[in-house]
C-alpha cells in the first residue's frame, strides 16, 4: 500500500514537469496562422534568394513574416499584403509571378521548348520512316538474295 | 557540312545565353520605387533622439538617403567614398541607420568619420521594408519633387559616384 503511494506520488513528481513544459496556447485564430504560412511561402526572401521567408531565417525574412502578421491582424486581405510586397520588393518576391509583358517568356518558355522539341522529334521521325520505307524487290535483287541463300545452304550442306 | 549548321547555331545560342549569364548579379532585384515617390517617413535622429526628422525636411532638394548599420561589412568599405562625396558639399546624404543600436552607431561614426547631414533610427526596420531594402548598404537619389530616381544596391563606389551619382545629381539641381 505505501509502495503504491509512493510510486503515485513519484508518477506526479515525474509528470508535473511535462506540465509545465507544454506550449502555451497560442492567443491566435488558427485559420489566420494558417494565411500567415501560406503567404509567407509564397514569398521569396531576397537575401537568401532560394528560401521562402518562412523557410529563411534571415532577419529581413524574421521582420516580413512580422509584417504579413500585422497585417492580417490590421484585417488586410491576403491580396493586399501581397501587392504591399510586391511595391516595395518587385515582382522577384514573389514564386508565382504574373503573367505580363514581363514575364511572358518565363510563363511561356516551358511550352515553347516543348513545342520546338516536338517539331524536332517530329521530324526526325518522318526522316527515318522514309528511309526504311518498306517496297517490293527488283528482280534483280531478288535474284541476288536467292543467289546468296542458296550458296548459304550449299555452303552448310557442304560443311 | 549542312548537318553541322543547326547543332552549332544552337551551340552558339546557348554559350551566348550562358555568357550574358555569367555577367548578371543575381542579388542585384531592380527595385520597382525607382521612378516612385519616396516612402513617406518621420523617425528620431541619431545624434538627437528628441528631435524628428521627416522625408518633407528635405522637400525641394536632391539628396541621397544612405542606409548602413555599424554592423554592416560593406559600409565600412564605402564609408571613405561616401566622407569624400560629402567634403565635396554636392549633395546632401541623410543616414538611415538600419537596425542598429543608437550607441553603436554613433560609435561607428566618430570612428569612421561621419558624412551625414544627419542620420535616422530606423531601429525596427519598417522603413527599411518601405523602401524595400534588403541587404545594407543601399542607396537612394531623391529628386526635388520626392521621387526616387536612382538605387544602388551594395556600396557606393567611387566609379558609381562619378559615373552615375554626380552626373545624375546635376541634371536633377536644373530641374525646378
Redesign the interface.
Known amino acids: 500500500m505505501r509502495l503504491a503511494a509512493l510510486l503515485a506520488a513519484a508518477a506526479v513528481a515525474l509528470a508535473a514537469p511535462g506540465f509545465a513544459k507544454d506550449a502555451p496556447p497560442t492567443e491566435r485564430d488558427p485559420i489566420e496562422q494558417a494565411r500567415s504560412v501560406k503567404l509567407a511561402n509564397e514569398l521569396r526572401c531576397?537575401?537568401c534568394?532560394n528560401q521562402s521567408i518562412a523557410e529563411s531565417n534571415a532577419?529581413?525574412a524574421v521582420?516580413?513574416r512580422r509584417?504579413i502578421d500585422e497585417q492580417i491582424g490590421a484585417g488586410k486581405s491576403d491580396r493586399e499584403i501581397v501587392d504591399f510586397m510586391?511595391?516595395?520588393?518587385?515582382?522577384?518576391v514573389l514564386y508565382r509571378p504574373p503573367l505580363k509583358a514581363t514575364t511572358l517568356l518565363l510563363w511561356g518558355g516551358p511550352l515553347l521548348l516543348l513545342a520546338i522539341g516536338t517539331l524536332v522529334g517530329w521530324r526526325v521521325l518522318r526522316g527515318r520512316q522514309a528511309k526504311t520505307d518498306e517496297r517490293p524487290l527488283t528482280d534483280e535483287e531478288r535474284g541476288e538474295a536467292e543467289r546468296l541463300l542458296a550458296a548459304a545452304r550449299a555452303n552448310r550442306e557442304g560443311a | 557540312m549542312n548537318k553541322f549548321v543547326i547543332p552549332l547555331a544552337v551551340f552558339a545560342i546557348l554559350l551566348a545565353f550562358l555568357f550574358v549569364g555569367l555577367s548578371l548579379n543575381p542579388r542585384e532585384v531592380p527595385s520597382p520605387l525607382v521612378g516612385k515617390a519616396a516612402p513617406a517617413f518621420q523617425l528620431a535622429q541619431l545624434h538627437k533622439p528628441d528631435a524628428a526628422f521627416s522625408h518633407k525636411d528635405m522637400a525641394g532638394k536632391v539628396w541621397l538617403l544612405n542606409v548602413w548599420a555599424s554592423w554592416c561589412v560593406a559600409c565600412r568599405e564605402e564609408h571613405p567614398v561616401l566622407v569624400d562625396l560629402a567634403k565635396a558639399n554636392v549633395v546632401p546624404i541623410v543616414g538611415l541607420n538600419y537596425k542598429d543600436k543608437p550607441d553603436e552607431g554613433r560609435a561607428w561614426l566618430k570612428q569612421f568619420g561621419d558624412p551625414y547631414l544627419l542620420s535616422v533610427m530606423d531601429r525596427d526596420g519598417r522603413v527599411g521594408i518601405d523602401f524595400g531594402v534588403y541587404g545594407v548598404p543601399e542607396t537612394f537619389l531623391i529628386d526635388k519633387q520626392g521621387v526616387i530616381r536612382f538605387k544602388q544596391i551594395g556600396p557606393v563606389t567611387r566609379d558609381v559616384v562619378n559615373k552615375k551619382i554626380l552626373p545624375l545629381v546635376r541634371e536633377l539641381e536644373k530641374q525646378s
Do not use: S
Open positions: 531576397l537575401v534568394q532577419e529581413l521582420d516580413l509584417q510586391v511595391a516595395r520588393y518587385g515582382d522577384f
